[in-house]
Structures are given as structure tokens and as C-alpha cells.
């Protein structure tokens, strides 16, 4: 399947995300608040353009049931997802206001105009490309922290943990991987290899999100009028 494909050419990555440890924090629940703070903002942000690629799916389908699963991704994560951001938002005393007022980092800025620079550009599979790391990698990595855990769930951070897991979180992961593996099928292999590049871009993404997490960059590590 085009997706082996895809997670062999991307596992050296894969397995960079498990062993980060912003994601360790989670799973243990060591975690620093303050860090797990500014990661729920600048991914707060994250999710509203991410939002935008799946309805440009819907633009770009060629079925029904295409369109149908775009706009189930894009109903999903503004009302299920992002609502576990407001929930803990709520919980550390930041209102919905200032939720969306946060300042986008550079790694967040790269990663939502790269999304969405090719989802504009592309069809319907490029679209589906480049959502699937960002679905399916949150589904591995909350599978894993949830078997880590043993069903013990941290009073803090096991809604996390337990949204990323869930059964409807990974039908999701599933659904867009079915729906890559049917477009990828029968295209040459120059579209296939543009696909896999679109992949393991957002992967690389998707690591660097854990990264600015951990160091709460914003623009550069160092204290700097940048910063700002
Ligand atoms: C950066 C990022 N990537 C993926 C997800 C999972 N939708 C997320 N919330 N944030």
C-alpha cells in the first residue's frame, strides 16, 4: 500500500517523535505547564488554518465521499479538537480571546503556508498529502502514550492523551489513509514521488512543532526584539 511507502520513507522521523521529549513529558506527565501552554496556543492557531486546508479538500474532491470526509475532518477539529484547546485553555485561566490573539511562530508560520501553498496549488490528493502526517502521526503518537499509561490516566494531561487515541480520532487517521492509498493508485510514478515529497515535508513540520514547543520559540532561541 502507498502508505507503507510513505511511513517507510518517513520513519526515521516517526520514530523522533516518540522519543521527544515534549511528547515523553505528556506521556509521564512531567511535562512543564508553561510549555505545554505555549504549544496549545501556537497549535490553537495551527488548527484554524489546518481547518482551512480540509474545506479546500472539499473544494477539490471529485466524489461525494470525498467531500463527505473533508468536511467530516474540517466539523471534527473545529468542534471536537479544538475544543479540547479551549477546554485547557479554560483550565490554565487564558480566555477564548486570547486564544486566537496569540502571535504565530516562525515554525508555525512555515508549516501552515507550506499546507496550505500546495493544498491551493494542488488536487484533491496533494490536499489529502498534506493532512496526513499531521492526523495520522497525533493518532500513533497518543496510541502510544495510552498503551505506555495503561489506562492510568493523568489527571492533566490524559485528555490529551485520550483524544489523540480515541476510536473517532483514529478512524479519522484511517479514513485519510484509505483515501490516499485509492488516489495514489494507478498514478505515475512522477505524482506518486511528488505525494511521498509533500509527506515527509510535513513530517519534518511536524517534528519541528515539538521542537518549537519544547524551546517556546518564537522566532529565534535568544531573547530578541524578534521575538516580539
Ligand atoms: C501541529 C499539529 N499537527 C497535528 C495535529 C493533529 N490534528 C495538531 N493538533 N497539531
Keep these: 500500500m502507498f502508505t507503507d511507502r510513505l511511513y517507510e520513507s518517513a520513519r526515521p522521523i516517526w520514530e523522533a517523535y516518540l522519543d521527544h521529549p515534549f511528547v515523553k513529558g505528556i506521556g509521564d506527565g512531567t511535562l512543564e505547564l508553561e510549555k505545554f501552554q505555549f504549544f496549545m496556543r501556537q497549535d490553537y492557531l495551527y488548527l484554524i488554518d489546518y481547518c482551512r486546508v480540509f474545506a479546500l479538500g472539499s473544494v477539490k474532491a471529485k466524489s461525494l465521499d470525498t467531500m463527505t470526509m473533508f468536511s467530516e475532518l474540517l466539523h471534527s477539529t473545529l468542534s471536537e479538537e479544538m475544543e479540547l484547546h479551549r477546554n485547557?485553555?479554560?483550565?490554565?485561566g487564558i480566555s477564548r480571546e486570547e486564544l486566537e490573539e496569540t502571535k504565530p511562530s516562525a515554525t508555525l508560520l512555515a508549516y501552515t503556508s507550506y499546507m496550505l501553498n500546495k493544498a491551493n496549488q494542488g488536487s484533491e490528493a496533494e490536499v489529502a498529502a498534506c493532512v496526513l502526517a499531521c492526523t495520522w502521526s497525533y493518532n500513533v503518537i497518543g496510541?502510544?502514550?495510552?498503551?505506555?499509561?495503561?489506562?492510568?490516566?493523568?489527571e492533566f494531561y490524559g485528555d490529551w492523551i485520550e483524544m489523540y487515541a480515541s476510536d473517532e480520532f483514529s478512524e479519522l487517521a484511517s479514513s485519510l489513509k484509505k483515501l490516499i492509498n485509492e488516489l495514489a493508485d494507478g498514478l505515475p510514478e512522477r505524482e506518486k514521488a511528488h505525494l511521498e515529497e509533500i509527506f515527509i515535508h510535513t513530517s519534518k513540520l511536524e517534528y519541528m512543532f515539538w521542537e518549537m514547543a519544547w524551546k517556546q520559540k518564537m522566532w529565534v532561541e535568544e531573547e530578541s526584539f524578534l521575538n516580539t
Design 143 to 154: 496510541l502510544h502514550l495510552a498503551e505506555q499509561n495503561q489506562g492510568e490516566k493523568h
Design 88 to 92: 485547557y485553555a479554560e483550565r490554565i
